[in-house]
């Protein structure tokens, strides 16, 4: 299980993590890679008809299908995030994003 939490950098206007989206994983020393899902899903209690006053931020708990690597082993994650998102005059919502890269490894 992967527990990952993400953050808006929108501190001022309550228009926190909408949405989360093109969300990926890879482990190095042939550990192999994991798409968790590519195309953006709303979180928080946001979505088509609402989206106010949305925490600034959101826990990723999400199973994928590789083993667990011994310690030392460096792995990649790619998320991408979705905050400010606001009501075009009724017809779609708009939204600020920002690709994320995490580097890290197993202790």
């Known amino acids: 299980m992967l527990k990952m939490t993400v953050q808006s950098p929108d501190m001022e206007d309550n228009l926190g993590v909408s949405a989360i989206g ?8 042939n550990g192999g890679g994991y798409k968790f ?8 209690g946001c979505g ?3 989206c ?6 959101y826990t ?3 199973e994928f299908d590789l083993p667990t690597p011994p310690k ?6 790619w998320v ?9 005059a009724g017809r779609s919502r708009t939204c600020i994003s920002e690709d994320i890269h995490y580097r890290g490894y197993v202790k």
Request: glycine residues 2%.
């Open 22 to 29: 093109h969300f990926s994983m890879h482990v190095d020393n």
């Open 37 to 44: 899902f590519d195309k953006p899903r709303w979180v928080n």
């Open 60 to 62: 990723i708990y999400e």
């Open 52 to 57: 106010e006053n949305i925490p600034l931020q």
């Open 80 to 88: 991408s995030i979705y905050w400010t998102c606001v009501n075009d």
């Open 48 to 50: 088509c008809a609402k």
């Open 72 to 77: 030392g082993t460096w792995y990649d994650i």
